[in-house]
Nanobody
Framework: QVHLVESGGGSVQNGGSLRLSCAAS????????????MGWFRQAPGKEREGVAS???????RYADSVKGRFTISRDSVKNTLYLQMNSLKPEDTAMYYC????????????????????WGQGTQVTVSS
């Protein structure tokens, strides 16, 4: 079992930046954690959860079109931490952000399909004001 805890959310103005972190604990030596994809998803009130970014064990990344060029996903295998650097934030980026691990599938699918992930964090709120 892998336990994920997000942090770094908050309130910023339009154009601001935030860096989200997702610390993993538990069975971080397992295949599910080390060899499968990790990702960030978000869910705004009244909307479905949507994929934001994914990264595989080789460091290959994919992004949703809405965040390309503004967000960067990275993972630190030594610290067992996943990051999401968010720049040029917009009000439409306002949502609860969730990290996920154990994504069994190619990184191109991992950025879109929440169902492939085995582990989820509890979420961290990001609010961008205009």
């Amino acid at each position: 079992q892998v336990h994920l805890v997000e942090s770094g959310g908050g309130s910023v103005q339009n154009g601001g930046s935030l860096r989200l972190s997702c610390a993993a604990s538990g069975d971080t030596h397992s295949t599910y954690y080390n060899e499968y994809c990790m990702g960030w998803f978000r869910q705004a009130p009244g909307k479905e959860r949507e994929g934001v970014a994914s990264i595989d064990s080789d460091g290959i990344t994919r992004y949703a079109d809405s965040v390309k060029g503004r967000f960067t996903i990275s993972r630190d295998s030594v610290k067992n931490t996943l990051y999401l650097q968010m720049n040029s934030l917009k009000p439409e980026d306002t949502a609860m952000y969730y990290c996920a691990a154990g994504g069994r599938g190619p990184v191109e699918i991992a950025v879109k399909v929440a169902a492939i992930y085995s582990y989820w964090g509890q979420g961290t709120q990001v609010t961008v004001s205009s």
